[in-house]
């Protein structure tokens, strides 16, 4: 049986763990390492455990503890080429990935690392590229898109692949254009390659889901610009427009930015 927790998820840090009976990752690594081990040991898990990390892209709440980890534990840290290299230029990342540790996955690519069959693919995004992931294991095919600038095609195509789907629903459209960031930043934020609001979010999954899919995580909630009650209130009232109905026709729920879920039987 797969599990799935959540160790953070917002611009304080992000960190996703994934495990089988015998094998786990993380997907990013910008949650403090003390927060990750003191939330893992609350439910009986330990950074042992961890073989691979797997890196969306280079901004600093998904990166800066992965050199730390990498080096402390030994973990293999998989990403493209470019990424590793904004890992090495990043100065929020103050102790870097051991070279032995660099892994490089090209986009588009099936690879099987430990028990998962892992793809990345390309999510836009004002980084040094953005992936998402699909990984397959224990007969579940699990997708995180993350820092969604828009929702491309080769993202249409994986959210309905997926069984267990964590997309970004960053904002609310109101209370970004209200509220107190600079012109220049809302703009960034409401572009092709910045995130993806509520609606947009619940849109993408009205329209490129399928019957196989049976669970929804919100990630990557603005703290300004975003509430989870509105976010959940959003994507629902967009898929009832499309007469699917949350919590029937598939769980939707949403992540905390700084505080641990529970841990997921992805079955």
């Not at 390492?33 to 600093?60: C, P, Q, W």
């Not at 836009?124 to 828009?150: K, Q």
């Not at 427009?241 to 905390?256: H, M, N, P």
Request: glycine fraction near 8%; charge should be negative; proline fraction near 3%.
């Amino acid at each position: 049986m797969l599990k799935f927790l959540s160790l953070g998820s917002g611009s304080s840090g992000n960190c996703y763990y994934l495990q089988t009976a015998s094998d786990a990752l993380l997907i990013d690594a910008g949650v403090g390492v003390r927060n990750v081990k003191k939330f893992m040991h609350s439910y009986g898990l330990s950074l042992e455990s961890v073989k691979h990390i797997l890196i969306t892209h280079d901004h600093a709440d998904h990166i800066k503890t992965v050199g730390v980890l990498s080096s402390e534990y030994g973990i293999p840290v998989y990403a493209t080429k470019e990424v590793h290299a904004g890992i090495q230029r990043n100065y929020c990342v103050q102790k870097k990935v051991p070279e032995n540790n660099v892994k490089v996955m090209d986009k588009g690519e099936r690879t099987k690392i430990g028990d998962f069959y892992v793809t990345s693919f390309a999510v836009p995004h004002d980084s040094s590229g953005n992936v998402g992931y699909r990984i397959e294991a224990e007969g579940v095919t699990f997708c995180l898109m993350t820092d969604v600038g828009h929702v491309t095609e080769e993202m249409q195509q994986f959210i309905g692949e997926a069984n267990y789907l964590v997309l970004e629903a960053n904002y609310d459209t109101e209370m970004l254009k209200n509220g107190p960031y600079p012109q220049h930043l809302k703009v960034r934020i409401d572009g092709p390659t910045g995130h993806l609001s509520n609606k947009d979010c619940g849109e993408a999954i009205a329209n490129f889901a399928t019957s196989e899919l049976k669970h929804v995580w919100l990630c990557h909630l603005s703290e300004e610009n975003n509430h989870p009650v509105l976010a959940l209130k959003t994507v629902e009232m967009t898929l009832r427009g499309y007469g699917i109905i949350a919590g029937k026709d598939f769980l939707v729920e949403d992540l905390k930015r700084k505080t641990p879920s529970r841990i997921f039987e992805l079955v």
